[in-house]
T-cell receptor
Framework: AQRVTQPEKLLSVFKGAPVELKCNYSYSGSPELFWYVQYSRQRLQLLLRHISRESIKGFTADLNKGETSFHLKKPFAQEEDSAMYYCALDSNDYKLSFGAGTTVTVRA | ETGVTQTPRHLVMGMTNKKSLKCEQHLGHNAMYWYKQSAKKPLELMFVYNFKEQTENNSVPSRFSPECPNSSHLFLHLHTLQPEDSALYLC??????????????FGEGSRLTVL
């Protein structure tokens, strides 16, 4: 069985400060990892996926198979980054498993 | 209307009622999902339909009954629910991929309150 852990429920940073959201997973196969984001009053949507290896809205995430982690990072947080972030794992059988989510608040 | 649409957005029902949640996707996808989002808990996958066939029933109680008449529509029929079933029910769709679910596109959810 696969499992996704986001150890931080709440994360508060100042505008312009770096932000890192932690995600660890357990899965015996070759995983595909995602970060989803939910802004206030908006639907849950994809932020980025590890196979695309791209930066979205300044965010990056690197899959570390040795540490079974997929942490989300941004060097300079903006107020519009305040949202709920979910790490998710696709075990290649249509079961996308989500972590509990991290609420990020960026303060001016 | 584009994307994934869920109705109703809010529903209040008694434990003896029968109601249904509806989901419609206009993206041409062939996989649809029901997720349950409760406070302080991870998103829980309930049901998966791929090419209209149910491929996943994640140990969901029988008081929840899904129906997928075609690849664009998904229903969740509710019967004799319990107060602990109160939650946000999210529908999502994705395009079939050999490597798995791919990107999920979510609806805005149906907020269910069971009295």
């Amino acid at each position: 069985a696969q499992r996704v852990t986001q150890p931080e429920k709440l994360l508060s940073v100042f505008k312009g400060a770096p932000v890192e959201l932690k995600c660890n997973y357990s899965y015996s196969g070759s995983p595909e990892l995602f970060w989803y984001v939910q802004y206030s009053r908006q639907r849950l949507q994809l932020l980025l996926r590890h196979i695309s290896r791209e930066s979205i809205k300044g965010f990056t995430a690197d899959l570390n198979k040795g540490e079974t982690s997929f942490h989300l990072k941004k060097p300079f947080a903006q107020e519009e980054d305040s949202a709920m972030y979910y790490c998710a794992l696709d075990s290649n059988d249509y079961k996308l498993s989500f972590g509990a989510g991290t609420t990020v608040t960026v303060r001016a | 209307e584009t994307g994934v649409t869920q109705t109703p957005r809010h529903l209040v029902m008694g434990m003896t009622n029968k109601k249904s949640l509806k989901c419609e996707q206009h993206l041409g996808h062939n996989a649809m999902y029901w997720y349950k989002q409760s406070a302080k808990k991870p998103l829980e996958l309930m049901f998966v339909y791929n090419f209209k066939e149910q491929t996943e029933n994640n140990s969901v109680p029988s008081r929840f009954s899904p129906e997928c008449p075609n690849s664009s529509h998904l229903f969740l029929h509710l019967h004799t629910l319990q107060p602990e079933d109160s939650a946000l029910y999210l529908c999502a769709s994705s395009q079939d991929s050999a490597s798995g679910a791919g990107e999920l596109f979510f609806g805005e959810g149906s907020r269910l309150t069971v009295l």
